[in-house]
């Protein structure tokens, strides 16, 4: 028999209901993995429990005759999606311990379909960060390592770095992430698997830890573009308790893909040359230029001139939003409280939070403090969303032009943990490729391309127009299809 | 524009983080760091152009004014880290 811990979303769905296997062999073989990668730190919590439950379900439905879209298949989900009963703590010490009462939109929609859940996927402090080390339950490790004999731990990517290192591993078939400026696209560009940040409004935020939120917008990863139509398809849809959600139906994204871009314009954005770029990644993009021509595609060359402001733009807004949703977390509701002998109330809440955020997240909510105060407000805030404004309109012009953009996702292969930690700014230019689009609200996809020259994975990313996630899916299959990418990382853990 | 120490005081005052004077002095440099870098925000010019706010066109939906839920205490107060009687408690605030 197959391993099954080999199996994507669609193969496993597809044995299921064959009768190859049971749900509960599915269910066991991926919580005896994920029992045994302790060394990645994926995980914060574990739920075997949890997804054989939801196996024995699948097992009694596919008796009955009552299958649902995801039965039978298990998936992790990101920490920063409230599970009611289950601790929820966004890898924060504030949150430590904090046991939702409610489920978020998006994950008992994954739930009602059927899926099982196998625990919950460490990541970046409130998903603040794009290495995965400024989680409070200790950084995650990239199951990948260079080839030429260094042991060195890499980073997984960040902030969804729970969720892409434990893809990459094979300790779930897929899994949840969310992507305010990157945080879906870049951990699968550094794992040699595939995500999608859908249009900002096709999932609803409502029970996910708030970032900035204009910005976050929850997405899947898996390993191959199918597995990311299937997930995207559960978890997408109108909520009336998002005031954000868009009242779109969810098409049939996986029914509708097709590889054939025969019609399609693809966009090459010059700006996106940036100095200092490993030769590799040139190459990989050409590369996939030649895959996308292949295709059937035509390439024309665009021009986005404000793609230099979105990151400073992006490091105003967020932190702006970041520093009013974390104005929540004050000891009194939920979560951590430090009273200090003698304190009074604002005493309380001041070391409170002090004790609870670690320095990545205090030092933006600090910034967005700052920018948003009286006098500054207009100087950085008003300025940066009017620059935003701008980027989007880059975009609208790109679109008369051509239906896609095609980039790489990140400006390096994955890097080593430590080696940017202690540079705040080395870190943030990271999503310089992935940031313009969070900004714009437009859908994006990361898909594996190929290996650099120690053996690391790079991505290709896919941009679309808003709305557009089926050419975004179909020009990732596309690329999927010509890249043949098997790579995986040996396993030392 | 560049902050000093009296301005991360202020801050994180706002903020309602308590801060030693070592965080302070080790703040102040990286603050600057990053607000010196996104300053080059300035040079674009924006005079014509409005400020975003709203990434996708959409509707502020409404609905009808009536209570959607409710009779859930004991649930919102399940995760507070002190609850006396039905309500959060926290140190007096009135002398």
């Known amino acids: 028999m197959t391993n099954l811990t080999d199996l994507g979303i669609a193969a496993i769905r597809d044995g299921f209901k064959a009768g190859d296997f049971t749900a509960r062999d599915v269910a066991s073989a991926f919580n005896d993995a994920v029992a045994g990668a302790k060394a990645l730190n994926a995980f914060i919590v574990e739920t075997p429990e949890i997804a054989l439950a939801a196996a024995d379900q699948a097992d009694k439905d596919r008796a009955a005759g009552t299958l649902k879209p995801l039965s039978g298949v298990p998936i992790g989900m990101k920490d920063l999606f409230a599970t009611k009963d289950v601790q929820t703590t966004a890898a924060s010490h504030i949150l430590e311990g904090f046991v939702p009462q409610y489920e978020s939109t998006v994950s008992g929609k994954l739930w009602n379909a059927g899926a099982g859940m196998l625990g919950k996927l460490n990541l970046d402090q409130f998903a603040m960060g794009s290495s995965n080390e400024t989680s409070f339950f200790g950084n995650v490790i990239s199951p990948w390592r260079r080839n030429n004999g260094d042991t060195a731990a890499l980073a997984p990517g960040g902030s969804s770095g729970g969720t892409s290192s434990a893809i990459a591993a094979r300790l779930v078939p897929g899994a949840t992430g969310t992507d305010t400026g990157g945080s879906i696209r870049q951990p699968a560009a550094f794992t040699g698997i595939s995500g999608i940040k859908p249009t900002y409004g096709r999932c609803s935020r409502w029970g996910i830890v708030a970032f900035a939120s204009s910005l976050d917008q929850a997405g899947p990863m898996a390993r191959d573009v199918r597995d990311c139509a299937i997930l995207l398809e559960n978890m997408a849809g109108f909520d009336p308790k998002d005031s954000t959600s868009l009242d779109l139906a969810v098409p049939n994204w996986e029914a509708a893909l097709s590889s054939d871009l025969k019609g399609k314009r693809v966009g090459i954005p010059k700006e996106y040359r940036v100095d200092g770029m490993p030769a590799e990644i040139d190459a990989l993009w050409e590369q996939g230029i030649a895959w996308l021509k292949d295709a059937g595609a035509e390439i024309v060359n665009v021009s986005l001139p ?31 409280r430090d009273l200090p002998d003698g304190a009074n109330l604002q005493d309380m809440y001041a070391a409170t939070r002090a004790a609870g955020f670690g320095d990545e997240v205090k030092r933006r909510i600090l910034i967005g403090t700052y920018v948003l105060s009286a006098g500054f407000y207009d100087a950085y805030y008003t300025q940066a969303q009017k620059v935003r404004t701008l980027i989007a ?39 310089v490729f992935t940031v313009p689009t969070s900004l714009a609200g437009l859908p994006a996809m990361s898909v594996p391309g190929g290996l650099d020259a120690l053996g690391l994975p790079l991505g290709l990313q896919i941009i679309g127009k808003a709305l557009d996630e089926q050419t975004v899916l179909n020009a990732g299959l596309a690329i999927e299809e010509r890249a043949g990418f098997t790579a995986r990382a040996d396993k030392w853990w | 524009m560049s902050v000093d120490h009296a301005t991360v005081r202020k801050i994180a005052s706002l903020a309602r983080i308590a801060v030693t004077d070592d965080q ?69 605030v009135i002398e």
């Open chain 1, 393 to 431: 309109r880059d975009f609208d012009q790109a679109w008369e032009k051509c239906d896609l953009l095609l980039t790489p996702t990140a400006p390096s292969a994955a890097f080593g943990l430590g080696e940017k930690s202690d540079d705040p700014l080395a870190m943030y230019l990271n999503d």
């Open chain 1, 306 to 336: 404000h793609t230099q402001y979105a990151l400073p733009a992006y490091y105003i807004i967020a932190p702006a939003e970041a520093s009013s949703n974390l104005a929540r977390y004050d000891g009194v509701r939920y979560g951590l």
């Open chain 2, 24 to 92: 302070v002095e080790a703040m102040v440099p990286e603050l600057n760091n990053i607000l010196g870098w996104i300053e080059q925000l300035g040079e674009v010019d924006t005079s014509a152009v409005q400020p975003m706010t709203a990434v996708i066109p959409n509707v502020l939906r409404l609905r009808d004014d009536v209570v959607t839920d409710g009779d859930v205490r004991d649930a919102v107060l399940k995760n507070a880290p002190q609850a006396e009687q039905g309500f959060f408690t926290v140190p007096k």
